[in-house]
């Protein structure tokens, strides 16, 4: 009687979302991949987006924000296609990527309002060619099933000596695999036209196989209930269809269903609590819904969609995210060229909206794995623990740390402020907390900043460093304020605003900014500082750096000369023409080549000209002579990622910051061995690191095991010892770059998109110290850092010592490559007609007390009411003159109600 019995799921009704519902700014293109091109999880989804290179991922979130808008970003994955993705089905801000560049990466994800991670916490690298596929297992935590061309992978993501299993290979391609949803079984279907269930636990080989498709066409495969399986892909007519099979006889289909003949390949998504299947084409207008029931009829249509575009890929939401009290019962994200858009399922029902309906919602897996990876593997068969839907009884959220790292968002601020400078601190010696934040105003006519500091109360290794260097700092009220309008360049399009975390998004000189533009072909646009103002519509020329910009910079003793390295281990010096652009670049002056694989970053030499050094992903760190165009020295040692390079001031030494935990110090004429080493920041996502106190220490920025943002302090006299002093921040995902002035020893503290100009830029009448270019998503804008003084007329020499003019060089690379040193030269920023605050003529001091005559003598009790009565009046000004309230129009006294 099984066939005959009505289902509850029979009615479901697909409803589009309104296209103020839809998810835009979304770039998905053509991709040719074995994934579903899109991933979602209770928070957040992830989608292939068609760019240069294909190591890119788009990033969004499932709900919109509290503007009612949806922020779209980008994420630089992989050097190449980013062919699968996957989030973890117990933590929601762990996504697993692979690529064509033969590796996994697990990246640490927060919202898309927030700078995303540039490094991943985890990269695997089974080195077994191009990578396909990579799924979650559903019931253990670290646990990765991950697929070569023609291989399965099992991967404990805590170990990294290699994979658990490496399952049987496959005669040709691997199309798709999928995991059981008790965590036992994986199943695989291939172009050999072979299905294939392994128990990876047991043995290497499938525990059953059957060549059972009828053609070797693309072909999909999914777990259904219990020992079901679904395939979907072409018969012998090259018509779609989707099959129904048991796992333990997979000789033959229990059921199968045509649905017309077309070239896109057939999605399937199948939701284990209602047996609904949902069936999308890719490049198809359609989505079609079955139930599927281990009973005859086995497969029942449901629904049948049409779209407004064409699909890319799918994907569904987790069931608790669904709107349970409106019936809805599954909810799918639709990915096309140019939008994401939701489509729910709902079951129609009276008292839709105001009733729980527990028929239609069982109890549905939680969030908390059920076991280890290494409790699997050793025979574990735990199952993830249920929760209920109903809204009153669902376990409350965990609060952890990743879940705390997106700061929410101020509405009413700007976007692009918050994404590319999430903040400046400043600090007035190493360590050291201000007493106001220097985070820049919206006003142009604003003289002060926020008034909530960023940094936190100094913590004891805090306070003892600030006593080291002297009593409370003249510069902890500094204020950050953009400058007015007619300084800033407006109207700017198509900016690259995601570049790997070792670069600083953009780099400017005093005479032009270079920004990357997101591009085929790694083009970047130069902009003239002289030439501020609404940039017009039309194309402007730009530098074809012909592959994906991974860090740039100018050569600080050449306004016109800009190194660029790319993605494909090369560096392409350029030289931009007198007077700017007015044609687009396509031959470099000089391309340097050594490296093996893609580079870091980049750095010039701060004394010596034509001096560059770079890091690499081959693990070495290399010195360029531009006079020559040759590598002159390669420095080794470190084991993993290097996040930071910085030259110390005399220009002798050389420091690192890298991801295996360590700092070193370098010195390249002597050895290519690090000549200090020492522990470093324990976290794996990102350091920063600078020179400070005339180099006799280091400052790195960095995180904690935790993902806490934290300073570090290290003497350079003793790296081994560790930090001598550290300081805890916030916890947020993106790297704190500090920029120090050694003039004044301040430390500004900000997130990417902003970068400073020499000393010479500040305006000493403004009692200006610091002056940067703030970048936003459409503007360049020009950042002043003033400190409050009241006596602005006169230089204040006790603030602007002499400053090193570190825009000429004091030798050339040739010379100090030779054992030469140097050292800048000085000048002052005085003008001409100020006089220095310490020359300003001394004021008559006030008396600020009465004879000693008045207090010997007596007075009554009355004259001492009289007298204080008249300080009273003194302080507060003239009592005769009337008060602004007394000219107020009043009320006559009868229209008051007794």
């Known amino acids: 009687m099984n066939r005959f019995k009505t289902s509850k799921f029979k009615n479901t009704t697909p409803k589009i979302a309104k296209k103020d519902g839809w998810i835009n700014n979304v770039r998905a293109g053509s991709i040719s991949c074995q994934g579903n091109h899109i991933k979602a999880n209770s928070k ?172 070797n066409k693309d072909s999909r495969i999914q777990w259904a209930r219990d020992d079901l399986l679904l395939t979907t892909g072409f018969d012998m007519m090259r018509s779609r269809e989707v099959r129904l099979w048991d796992s333990r006889k997979l000789s033959s289909s229990i059921s199968s269903v045509s649905l017309g003949t077309s070239s896109g390949l057939l999605i399937p998504l199948f939701d284990e609590d209602t047996g609904l299947l949902i069936l999308a084409g890719m490049g198809d207008t359609v989505v079609d819904c079955f139930e599927v029931s281990s009973t005859e009829p086995f497969l029942s249509q449901v629904s049948h969609c049409l779209t407004d575009t064409s699909t890319r890929g799918v994907a569904m939401v987790p069931k608790l995210s669904l709107d349970v009290m409106s019936c809805e019962v599954m909810r799918l994200l639709q990915l096309t060229d140019s939008c994401i858009v939701p489509i729910s399922y709902q079951v129609p029902r009276k008292q839709s909206g105001q009733e729980f309906h527990d028929d239609l919602y069982p109890d549905t897996a939680g969030t908390t794995p059920a076991m280890s990876a290494e409790e699997w593997w050793k025979g574990g068969n735990k199952q993830v623990e249920k929760v209920s839907l109903q809204p009153d009884k669902r376990p409350k959220p965990k609060v952890t740390q990743a879940k705390q790292m997106p700061a929410k968002k101020d509405p009413t601020r700007r976007e692009s402020k918050e994404d590319l400078a999430p903040g400046c601190s400043t600090s007035s010696s190493p360590l050291s907390t201000p007493s106001s934040s220097a985070v820049p105003s919206r006003s142009p006519s604003s003289t002060s900043g926020l008034s909530s500091g960023f940094l936190p109360s100094p913590s004891q290794s805090a306070k003892t460093i600030q006593s080291l260097l002297g009593p409370t700092s003249k510069y902890r009220h500094i204020q950050g304020v953009v400058m007015h309008r007619d300084t800033h360049i407006t109207n700017m399009r198509g900016l690259n605003l995601t570049t790997p975390g070792e670069c600083d998004g953009f780099c400017v000189n005093r005479q032009r900014v270079a920004v990357p533009l997101a591009i085929s072909g790694g083009q970047i646009a130069i902009f003239e500082r002289s030439q501020p103002g609404r940039l017009p519509e039309t194309a402007l020329p730009t530098i074809q750096n012909s592959v994906n910009v991974v860090d740039f910079s100018w050569d600080p003793f050449d306004t016109h000369r800009l190194a660029v390295a790319g993605d494909d281990a090369k560096i392409r010096v350029w030289l931009v023409p007198q007077g700017g652009l007015k044609e687009t670049l396509t031959e470099p002056e000089l391309i340097l080549q050594g490296h093996t694989e893609k580079i870091y970053s980049i750095k010039f030499h701060p004394l010596a000209s034509g001096l560059l050094v770079s890091s690499s992903y081959d693990l070495t760190v290399k010195l360029w002579n531009l006079e020559t165009g040759e590598q002159v020295k390669v420095l080794t040692g470190h084991q993993d990622q290097v996040f930071g390079i910085a030259w110390s001031p005399d220009g002798k030494l050389l420091a690192t910051v890298c991801k295996d935990g360590k700092v070193r110090i370098y010195d390249p004429r002597k050895s290519t061995a690090p000549v200090q080493e020492g522990p470093g920041p324990e976290g794996p996502r990102g350091a920063r690191v600078v020179w400070v106190c005339e180099g006799k220490y280091l400052l790195v920025s960095g995180f904690d095991s935790r993902s806490e943002r934290g300073l570090y302090l290290y003497s350079t006299d003793s790296l081994s010892s560790g930090a001598i002093a550290s300081v805890k921040i916030n916890v947020s995902p993106s790297t704190l770059i500090p920029f120090y002035d050694p003039d004044t020893s301040v430390v500004i503290l900000t997130g990417k998109g902003l970068a400073f100009l020499p000393k010479t830029e500040c305006n000493v009448r403004d009692v200006e110290i610091a002056v940067g270019l703030m970048l936003t998503k459409t503007t360049i804008e020009p950042v002043a850092f003033r400190v409050p003084r009241v006596k602005k007329e006169f230089f204040q020499d006790d603030m602007y010592t002499d400053t090193a003019v570190w825009w000429e060089p004091a030798l050339t690379a040739s010379a100090w490559l030779s054992g030469s040193n140097g050292q800048h030269k000085k000048i002052s920023l005085k003008p001409k007609d100020m006089t220095p605050v310490s020359e300003a003529p001394k004021e008559a001091p006030v008396r600020k007390y009465l004879p000693s005559s008045v207090y010997l003598e007596e007075k009554t009790d009355e004259q001492k009411k009289e007298e204080l009565l008249s300080a009273m009046v003194a302080k507060l000004g003239n009592m005769d003159d009337p008060l602004p309230q007394e000219s107020f129009q009043g009320v006559d006294e009868d229209e008051w109600e007794d």
Do not use: Y
């Open 44 to 215: 957040l989804v992830a989608f292939n987006i068609e760019q240069a290179g294909g190591g890119m991922l788009g990033l969004s979130s499932v709900k919109p924000g509290s503007d009612g808008q949806w922020a779209v970003t980008q994420i630089s994955c992989h050097s190449d296609l980013v062919t699968d993705m996957d989030f973890s089905p117990f933590d929601e801000s762990l996504l697993a990527t692979c690529s064509g560049d033969e590796t996994v990466k697990l990246w640490r994800l927060c919202d898309p309002e927030q700078e995303q991670p540039s490094t991943p916490e985890l990269t695997l690298r089974p080195g077994q060619g191009r990578l396909e596929l990579v799924h979650f297992h559903p019931t253990s935590s670290g646990l990765l099933a991950v697929s070569t061309t023609n291989s399965p992978l099992i991967w404990d993501t805590n170990r990294q000596d290699g994979p658990l299993a490496v399952l049987e290979q496959h005669s040709d391609q691997l199309q798709s695999m999928s995991w059981k949803r008790d965590g036992s079984l994986l199943a695989s279907s291939c172009k050999d036209k072979m299905l294939r269930v392994f128990d990876p636990r047991a043995q290497l080989t499938p525990v059953q196989s059957a060549k059972s498709l009828q053609n």
